[in-house]
């Protein structure tokens, strides 16, 4: 159900408060598209929202798709669970978004964190998926010992988190997160990372941690494309190829050189690639 809609404003489309029933209140961009375009679902990464990851793509993508881009749990104005974050969660939040919608089938296009999201929805819910775009992201992200104690150390917060009062929760933001974060951030982004829920986040990176799609990644029997960044230091180029191999149907293949930050740091050549991946699965899709 619909809640609440608020209209485009300030180069963002319109929004709207979507309950999804047992499950809770969260927030979702659309952009209409022209009558009858396809749908695609834009899934964004970790400690971001749909328009911190996003706000380069909506235009551009809603001139030929009607497009979709939710807040996953726990970041900007997505759901607040009680119980601890699951990706397979955000998978399954995403279908029952679409049903929000009217939405019988669509294509997950995820980014980073949104690309294990989006690998998930294939997944659980493969007679509604027409296809996946996946870009800067990868079947697994930690097989170092480094890596590990990395992902080990989130979940200690996270779970240290959930024991802590809500004002030691907010200072520990202040003091460890936004500080980082927003030196470099407009206002309005930096706002939006302000919102997210501290616990939730860091069960998200420890989630992360563990998530690895190898076991099953070759059963998807979905039409695929991939974005790799070249350049980036968050999820190896290495491990990105690895992706786009493991996919069981040829997958499309573009290849960016710039960072994890790529859909805004280097839009003129992303966004482009981005467009060209949705239209080439969405030919598949329909020949297939």
């Not at 979940?155 to 460890?176: C, D, N, P, Y």
Request: aromatic fraction near 8%.
């Amino acid at each position: 159900m619909i809640h609440r809609t608020h209209p485009a404003r300030g180069g963002f489309p319109q929004g709207h408060e979507v309950e999804l029933i047992g499950r809770g209140r969260t927030f979702v961009r659309e952009v209409a598209g022209p009558r009858g375009a396809p749908t695609i679902v834009l899934l964004h990464g970790w400690t971001a929202t749909a328009d911190l990851n996003w706000f380069t793509c909506f235009e551009p993508l809603g001139k030929h798709f009607r497009v979709l881009a939710p807040d996953h749990r726990g970041h900007g104005r997505g759901l607040r669970p009680a119980k601890g974050f699951r990706l397979e969660d955000c998978a399954d939040d995403v279908a029952a978004i679409a049903d929000v919608f009217g939405v019988g089938t669509f294509i997950p296009v995820g980014y980073s964190m949104g690309g294990a999201i989006a690998q998930l929805v294939a997944q659980r819910h493969e007679q509604r998926v027409r296809g996946l775009v996946l870009a800067a992201t990868a079947g697994y992200y930690s097989s170092s010992r480094d890596e590990r104690l990395n992902f080990l150390g989130l979940t200690g917060l996270a779970r240290l988190s959930r024991l802590t009062t809500a004002q030691a929760r907010s200072w520990v933001t202040e003091q460890i997160y936004l500080q980082r974060k927003t030196q470099s951030l407009a206002d309005w982004a930096a706002r939006q990372i302000a919102s997210h829920d501290w616990r939730h986040i860091l069960e998200a990176g420890s989630a992360i941690g563990d998530f690895d799609s190898r076991p099953w990644l070759n059963q998807l029997q979905v039409p695929g494309a991939m974005i790799i960044t070249t350049h980036d230091k968050v999820v190896s180029p290495r491990r990105q190829e690895e992706l786009a191999a493991s996919l069981a149907l040829p997958t499309v293949t573009h290849r960016v050189d710039a960072g994890h930050d790529a859909v805004f740091a280097a839009r003129d050549k992303f966004v482009p690639l981005l467009l060209d991946a949705c239209q080439q699965v969405t030919r598949r899709s329909v020949a297939a």
